[in-house]
């Protein structure tokens, strides 16, 4: 795995690019990324470029034997082209443009505003695609960032009705699709159709679904507009995305798609305190990130970009954009590097090489400090380098557990989530956090992912489950595990004719007659576990294997499928997920709650993410660790052989 940093050179002066770049080679990394927030500078006016001080950086990184990832300018347009264009800017749900002075300051939709992106990175590939230090190319920067993946404008409109004409064909089947007959919502043509907010009270669902994949489809073609054009300007090198962390406004999987890395941003303090963990869970893992997060995104990536993923940018210190920015504990910088090497990572590039002293982001932390002093995310990075050098390639072990993500789930139960605490994402990753408490290495992955090879398939909630899927699924003839809300909708966003879990009732006969969702505090209670938040009645001839305290079942089996009728708590899925792993012959250890194992390159890590030192011991199996020790302290991690 390669180490780098994300680099602005317009933001120093010249005189000190050569003196950055030698310490970087010296520091161990290998790769910088550039020029993503920099269209300002390189085309001050309006067709007239500016390539010179881009070339003197380029050529002097390249000196240093660094290797470019050259980013596309598209996040931050300048100002003389938002006056241009004034309407190329994204509005918001309340109607309200989204006005020059941050970044981000666009609609996906505006054609005018496509063409000019597609004509900088013409620009860019033409001027830099043949030169031998750049290795890859950033599309854009974090699509969707600060709530941008879906804009209400007219520009959005007007595609909006051409995509609905596409999908649907005639405005009858439109109707008849939506059932717009309810609250006489009936419409006459396409053009009638505006997009579904500023509504008295919610909007149709069916209309809100649609309007969600059309806002995620404008991304997958702003995306691919540039793919195209780097990819026929600039063969041979990588070209990637990064992404973000708990963000699901647009389907990653779909965008991934068109790229050779999938790439994500990795801030996990700044997830912890701005997510849905329990103010216990804030207090505990404040400095280090609960133990899951970074794993998490991590394994979601990796199958968003078919087993290639990097760490755009590693959170190296405090940062300033959530409500509280804690300093990572000493050892944490390195501790997320080697996790990340360990699921698999080509790449992790530290953001930011050096703090900025001006701007939006002037606490957030780099590796030096504004005065070019070494910070302490400095000194990790050296040591993870150093850990790099000793472990040699990692290959991670092959997964034998897929757990099943779908961003249009995640759309589905937004649209709808008939209770306030009801999350897909937070579902997801609580499933997910179950079995790496387990101790089972995880490939996340999209439903329409080959399945081949896994021993167990879980999947927290698939609302849109068709017949092929569930077929498939069903024939694999592994453990598999369905969530509540499986089967509840079709593609239309209606109730299947037959009730829930709509085509899985072919292979696993229950039918859910009724769904109910509980406020925090009101549990359902069961042998050792409870279940909170959803609660779901099912009608079956099949016997309950787990059943609530009143007797009504919550766990159905028919074969080796499952189905869980409710939000599980941690101690219900762990005795599910145990009982599948024992079926399909995998090995569990139940782990301490700050403890996480990973394998790869035919080592075992253990990570420590909790404030106290964990004995390893019983898990060395009398291995001698090549890293670390036996007792593995708060921020810290042990390796050793298999």
């Excluded at 005189?15 to 770049?21: F, G, L, V």
Aim: hydrophobic share 45%; charged share 20%.
């Amino acid at each position: 795995m390669r180490l780098g940093c994300c680099y602005y050179p317009e933001h120093w002066p010249e005189s000190w690019w050569a003196d950055d770049a030698a310490r970087m080679a010296a520091m161990g990394l290998t790769r910088v990324r550039i020029g993503e927030f920099a269209w300002s500078r390189i085309e001050p006016e309006p067709g007239r470029f500016d390539w010179g001080w881009l070339d003197r950086a380029i050529d002097t990184l390249a000196a240093a034997g660094l290797g470019i990832i050259l980013g596309t300018p598209t996040a931050t347009p300048p100002k003389w082209l938002v006056d241009q264009m004034p309407d190329m800017l994204a509005v918001d749900a309340q109607g309200r443009p989204r006005r020059f002075g941050s970044r981000r300051h666009y609609c996906f939709s505006h054609k005018g505003y496509r063409a000019e992106a597609a004509r900088i990175t013409a620009a860019m590939a033409q001027r830099y695609g043949a030169h031998p230090a750049v290795v890859a190319w950033q599309t854009d920067n974090e699509y969707g960032c600060h709530d941008t993946a879906i804009s209400y404008s007219p520009a959005a409109a007007a595609g909006f009705r051409a995509w609905l004409a596409a999908r649907h064909g005639s405005i009858d089947a439109l109707n008849t699709a939506w059932g717009t007959v309810f609250w006489s919502m009936e419409y006459r043509d396409f053009a009638e159709i505006d997009p579904p907010h500023l509504t008295v009270t919610e909007p149709q669902p069916a209309h809100v679904m649609d309007w969600r994949r059309f806002s995620s489809d404008q991304v997958v073609a702003f995306n691919r507009a540039q793919v195209e054009i780097l990819r026929a300007a600039s063969p041979g090198r990588d070209i990637v995305h990064n992404f973000m962390g708990f963000f699901t406004q647009f389907d990653h999987h779909a965008v991934a798609a068109d790229l050779d890395v999938a790439t994500w941003d990795s801030y996990p303090i700044g997830f912890l305190d701005s997510f849905w963990f329990s103010a216990e869970e804030k207090l505990r893992y404040a400095r280090a990130g609960h133990p899951d997060i970074a794993a998490f995104h991590h394994d979601l990536y990796r199958g968003a970009g078919r087993g290639r993923w990097w760490v755009m940018e590693q959170q190296p210190g405090p940062v300033n954009w959530s409500a509280h920015n804690p300093a990572p504990l000493p050892g944490m910088v390195r501790l997320w590097t080697i996790e990340a090497a360990a699921h698999g990572a080509e790449l992790v590039s530290y953001f930011r090489w050096r703090q900025a002293p001006f701007g939006q982001e002037a606490h957030h932390a780099g590796l030096l400090r504004p005065d070019r002093v070494d910070d302490v995310g400095a000194h990790e990075a050296r040591a993870a380098a150093a850990d790099l050098a000793l472990l040699g390639d990692l290959a991670p072990a092959p997964a034998r557990v897929a757990l099943l993500f779908s961003y249009e789930a995640s759309w589905a139960i937004e649209t709808q989530p008939q209770g306030r605490s009801f999350s897909y994402l937070e579902l997801a990753f609580a499933w997910y956090q179950a079995l790496r408490r387990l101790g089972l290495d995880v490939d996340i992955v999209p439903p329409g992912a080959p399945l081949d090879g896994y021993a167990m398939v879980v999947a927290p909630s698939l609302p849109m489950l068709d017949d092929a899927l569930a077929d498939r699924l069903a024939a694999l003839g592994v453990p598999v595990l369905f969530g509540p809300r499986s089967g509840s909708r079709t593609a239309a966003f209606q109730y299947p004719d037959t009730l829930p879990p709509g085509p899985l009732q072919r292979h696993l006969p229950v039918k859910v007659v009724r769904v109910e969702s509980l406020r925090p505090g009101l549990v359902e209670p069961g042998d050792g576990f409870a279940l909170g938040r959803w609660l779901e009645t099912v009608e079956t001839a099949l016997l309950p294997e787990h059943c609530l305290s009143d007797g009504r079942g919550i766990v159905y089996r028919a074969g080796r499928l499952r189905y869980l009728a409710g939000w599980a708590d941690a101690a219900l899925l762990a005795r599910l997920f145990t009982q599948m792993a024992t079926e399909a012959g995998l090995s569990t250890t139940q782990l301490p709650p700050d403890l996480r194992l990973r394998r790869a390159g035919g080592f075992t890590f253990a990570f420590n993410y909790g404030p106290d030192v964990i004995d390893v011991s019983r898990w060395l199996g009398g291995a001698t660790p090549l890293i670390g020790s036996a007792h593995c302290p708060a921020g810290g991690f042990t390796v050793w052989r298999e």
